[in-house]
């Protein structure tokens, strides 16, 4: 079966860092590139950052941007967020989701969420 | 950015009874191989996301045909032929066209019975 496991979300003051990890099995993880989207609370979906299947092409969402860093093992069928600089805004349920790299069917899968709450 | 604009943003329904939310794009998601790049996706209480419909108008895997999604170019539609108790959560749309990627959902369309 198809499944996607995040972990490493908690706790974290202003300013601090933060590793997301993201667990695949049931599928070959090289065949997909891979997303992270986030909800904060009491607000809707968030696209933070796009990885593609080689970690050739990657890309962020602005408010991101200079702070996030996405990577990936294919070898170990994970996929990591580093967060860093993080601001309370970034407090928000993160999702890791598969997209398959050869044909756009959208986000197929997605795993259940880690919490992060930034806060002092 | 491209801007996507959901309506209504809260959708009382009767068990039964049709539904319909919309969904508009600040720019044609129309590409130059014919596709739409337009996905729904469900998110009900307490769990993790769904792929309803990816492309405008395909359903994904597992999805009810009561899910359909049509559209071109910047209007979509979200329909649900007969409503059912366990439909309710929240509605968003995606799209998935700009370059480089940044895609950017709708602000979401509350679905309750």
């Known amino acids: 079966e198809v499944h996607l496991v995040e972990s490493g979300g908690g706790l974290v003051k202003p300013g601090g860092s933060l590793r997301l990890s993201c667990a695949a099995s049931?599928?070959?993880?090289?065949?997909?590139?891979m997303n992270w989207v986030r909800q904060a609370p009491g607000k809707g979906l968030e696209w933070v950052s796009l990885?593609?299947?080689?970690?050739?092409?990657?890309y962020y969402a602005d408010s991101v941007k200079g702070r996030f860093t996405i990577s990936r093992d294919n070898a170990k069928n994970s996929l990591y967020l580093q967060m860093n600089s993080l601001r309370a805004g970034d407090t928000a349920v993160y999702y890791c989701?598969?997209?398959?790299?050869?044909?756009?069917?959208?986000?197929?899968?997605w795993g259940q969420g880690t919490k992060v709450t930034v806060s002092s | 950015d491209i801007v996507m604009t959901q309506s209504p943003l809260s959708l009382p329904v009767t068990p039964g009874e049709p539904a319909s939310i919309s969904c508009r794009s600040s720019q044609s998601l129309l590409y130059s191989n014919g596709n739409n790049y337009l996905d729904w996706y469900l998110l009900k209480p307490g769990q993790s996301p769904q792929l309803l419909i990816y492309l405008g108008s395909n359903r994904a895997s597992g999805v009810p045909d009561r899910f359909s999604g049509s559209g071109s170019g910047t209007d979509f539609t979200l329909k649900i032929s007969r409503v059912e108790a366990g439909d309710v959560g929240l509605y968003y749309c995606m799209q998935a066209l700009q370059s480089p990627p940044m895609y950017t959902f709708g602000q979401g369309t509350k679905l309750e019975i």
């Open positions: 989701a598969r997209e398959s790299a050869v044909r756009y069917n959208g986000m197929d899968v």
């Open positions: 990885i593609s299947s080689s970690s050739r092409y990657i």
């Open positions: 049931g599928f070959t993880l090289s065949n997909y590139s």
